[in-house]
């Protein structure tokens, strides 16, 4: 079956640093890749995907990568904020449509001002 | 328009008794899963529900675990009995069914269970 690994955490960072979690996943054929933040009190909400090879996600300034070749999805972002603290997970989808989604075990990430 | 709903937001338990967990999903979802993350681990698939059927359940750890979507509204997942190892978060989650490609998944805060 499907699994991911990402860096774990947690990370700590200043405002306004470079952000790079780790994510790589094995699969069989092509699964898209997700990135899902958690935000205090809150439910996961889906932050960027992509669904082929070489596909860039992005959303609010987080940027990822689908690299078949090194398996890996690793989440990035130039200037991190505050705002930005959360628990970050990659995921994997298999099953038709992928709507199985298989986790990683999620990273925390605590921006300081 | 209101997100995926879930209740309680923690249920404190304990070992033998029966808990049911609830979901609404967003209004006009016809899938609705279920998922928990036992500490320390992944949050992993339990289930999926295409309207009032059941799918895939091939998360689902053993016969103590029953979800229900009556109707193809809201959903239930009852643990009966319950056990330590039960402890965890439990989240629901639900989407839209769109014919072929990926779709998004909505989240619920989740249900925090301790088993004691």
Same mark, same amino acid.
Request: hydrophobic letters at 30%; a neutral charge.
């Given at each position: ?11 700590? $960072?200043?405002?306004?640093?470079? $952000? ?6 094995? =699969? ?15 439910? $996961?909400?889906?932050?960027?995907? =992509? ?34 603290? =959360? ?20 990273? $925390? ?5 | 328009?209101?997100?995926? @709903? ?5 249920? /404190?338990?304990? &070992? +033998?008794?029966? /808990? ?20 320390? *681990? ?7 529900? /295409? *309207?009032?059927? &059941? ?16 109707? +193809?509204? %809201?959903? @239930?997942? &009852? ?8 402890? +965890? ?10 014919? +072929?490609?990926?779709?998004?998944? %909505? ?6 269970? @301790? /088993? @004691?």
């Amino acid at each position: 079956g499907n699994s991911v690994t990402q860096m774990e955490g947690p990370v700590t $960072l200043s405002e306004e640093a470079f $952000l790079t979690i780790n994510c790589t996943y094995t =699969a069989t054929g092509y699964p898209s890749l997700f990135w899902y933040v958690q935000y205090p009190g809150e439910g $996961l909400q889906l932050l960027l995907k =992509a669904t082929k090879a070489d596909d860039k996600g992005s959303n609010k300034g987080f940027e990822a990568t689908y690299r078949k070749e090194t398996t890996s999805f690793h989440l990035e972002k130039g200037s991190v904020q505050v705002s930005d603290s =959360a628990v970050y997970f990659c995921a994997s989808g298999s099953g038709g449509s992928n709507y199985k989604l298989t986790f990683g075990k999620g990273t $925390l990430l605590t921006v300081n001002p | 328009e209101a997100g995926v @709903t879930q209740f309680p937001s923690h249920s /404190v338990i304990e &070992k +033998g008794q029966t /808990v049911t967990l609830r979901c609404d999903p967003i209004s006009g979802h016809d899938n609705l899963y279920w998922y928990r993350r036992v500490m320390g *681990k992944e949050i992993k698939f339990l289930l999926h529900f /295409v *309207k009032e059927s &059941k799918q895939d359940e091939s998360g689902m750890p053993n016969n103590r675990f029953l979800a229900e979507r009556t109707g +193809g509204t %809201y959903s @239930t997942l &009852k643990v009966q009995p319950a056990e330590l190892e039960d402890s +965890g978060v439990y989240f629901c989650a639900s989407s839209q069914r769109l014919w +072929g490609g990926d779709y998004e998944q %909505y989240f619920g805060p989740g249900t925090r269970l @301790t /088993v @004691t």
